[in-house]
Every structure is written in C-alpha cells, then in structure tokens.
C-alpha cells in the first residue's frame, strides 16, 4: 500500500471523528434506551458489533440502557421441553409453564450473554429484568374480539408502572442497564412482556434523549419504497390512514408514538441488521433510521 493511499484512508477516519464531535458534545450525559432483538441479537458478528457500539456510547459519555427481546430463543426452548404453544385468533397463549421457561431463556440465558459481551468488550453491564427493584409492575392483557367477547392470553402483561430509581443509580455509578422483559403484577403472578412495549414505558420513565428501537426493516417507508428520515405525529397520523404505515410496523409506530408522549424527546425506528446502525444513527447528520417526533 502506498504512503499516499495510507494518508488517504486516515483522512477519511478523521473526517469521520470530526463530523461525530459535534454530536458527542450534544448527547454527552444523555440517555438513550435501545430494545436490542431480532437479527440483530441472533447473527453472532452482529451482536458482538452491538456490544461494541454500547460500550463506545457509554465511553463518550452517552447513558446506554439496553432492554432486550428474545421469542426465538423462548420459542426454540419450549420445542425441546416439548411445551406446546396454543393460539387464540393467531394470539399466542402464555401459559403458567410458558412463562417459566420465558423468563428462564431471558434472565437466564439471554440476559447474561448480552452481558458477558458488553463486559467483554470494554463495558460495564449489569443483568436485570422488571422484577428486580420492582423496577416494572405488570398488568395482564386481555384482548377483545370484534364482537366485545375477551381472550384470555394467560400470563402476558403490559407495563403498569415503572420505578426507574434503580436504572439511574446505576447510569450514575457508570453500570449499563440491560433488562428482560420480565415483571410481576400486583397480582404476584410473573408476566411475559413485548420487549417494543417494555423498552417504551422504560424510556418514558427516564425521559430519554432517544428511544432507538432496532428492528429487521430499514425504517418507515413511503409506498414508493424509500425510507422517511424524520416523522411528525401528524405525519404518523396520515401514513396511518392512507395505508403506507400498516402490518407489523403499526404496534412499532404506536410504541415509538407513546414513548414520545411519555417524555422522550425523539424515538427512533432503526435497521438492527446494518453494521453499526446505532453509531450512524446518532453520530451522523442524516442518520440512518425513522426519527418520529412530536
């Protein structure tokens, strides 16, 4: 390799470190709440590239707090205890031996290893999950038909209330959260929560700078099929009506929408299975995901 095309390379690396100061001295002692799944926590380099990222985020004085899903690994598990799932209108039903083993797979075993790679890259990380510190309180879900009548979905919740008391003393001693959607309801029953909906009510509770919600599409699209950098609710609201925002990505909008309402300053719909979407993300001017703001 020539001198001249060594100099060129590191030129490039500078201007890169150059157009990111700015953006490190904007978020410096913000939080950001990052529901980490998908892809991007099954495909091994990109989860290590993941625990790579939060480790950097934390080194340049961001506040990284990770929530994390995990239905592969859970669903994989009751397959070889031979506990069969039973669905209700294409809803899964979590049963008192479902949720057993979901919060084993993710306290036990997801949460772990999300970080043990943290920690090993660098970091500080420290496993919890909404039972810890009565951190979450739960509330069972009950779904109704179009004709009124309920479905009883047996031990899946949605968060009541969030004492985040725990997460910021943590933030405070240099410690990154990362956290099972796991909790108890007042009932003393264990729930299984949607780690989207989970990772929302937490960032809320923090009044997060940003809520990045890393997911196996490239954002929100218009119907030609380019990506919308930046949404307004009103925009949210049209995108809606006329069908562009529909499937799988509506519960995504509305949890985005929500934590908004909440307190969080901007949430972020983001390709998870991009290398280092989350540092583009943040330290760029165009980003790299949907930012959906009030």
């Known amino acids: 390799m020539s001198v ?5 390379k590191l030129q490039r690396k500078a201007a ?19 529901k980490y799944g998908g892809n991007a926590m099954i495909d091994e380099s990109l989860s290590q590239q993941f625990a790579e990222d939060i480790t950097l985020l934390k080194q340049v004085g961001i506040n990284p707090v990770v929530v994390h899903g995990g239905g592969p690994q859970i669903g994989t598990m009751l397959k070889k205890l031979d506990i069969e799932s039973e669905f209700i209108d294409g809803l899964r039903v979590t049963s008192k031996d479902a949720v057993s083993v979901a919060e084993m797979v993710l306290c036990g075993g997801v949460n772990k290893n999300i970080v043990a790679d943290i920690n090993a890259k660098g970091g500080c990380a420290i496993g919890l999950s ?8 739960a509330e069972k879900i009950i779904r109704k038909r179009a004709d009124g009548s309920e479905v009883d979905l047996g031990f899946v919740g949605t968060p009541k209330a969030v004492d985040a008391t725990f997460i910021e003393q943590s933030i405070a001693n240099g410690i990154i959260p990362v956290i099972a959607p796991i909790a108890m309801g007042e009932d003393g029953q264990t729930y299984n929560i949607n780690a989207d909906t989970m990772a929302g009510a937490i960032a809320g509770a923090l009044n997060a700078r940003r809520f990045i919600l890393l ?27 006329d069908g562009t925002i529909t499937g799988g990505m509506l519960p995504k909008v509305e949890t985005c929408v929500n934590a908004v309402k909440a307190g969080v300053n901007g949430a972020v719909i983001l390709d998870g299975r991009v290398l280092h979407a989350i540092l583009l993300e943040i330290f760029t001017e165009r980003g790299a995901g949907t930012l959906i703001r009030e």
């Open 4 to 8: 001249k095309s060594d100099q060129s």
């Open 16 to 34: 890169i470190l150059v157009e990111a100061l700015p953006y490190m001295k904007k978020y410096n002692g913000e939080t950001f709440v990052i």
């Open 130 to 137: 909404g039972k810890d510190s009565s951190l979450v309180t």
């Open 215 to 241: 997911t196996d599409v490239s954002g929100v699209m218009n119907k030609a099929g380019e990506i919308l950098t930046e949404l307004s609710f009103s925009d949210v609201d049209t995108l809606i009506k």
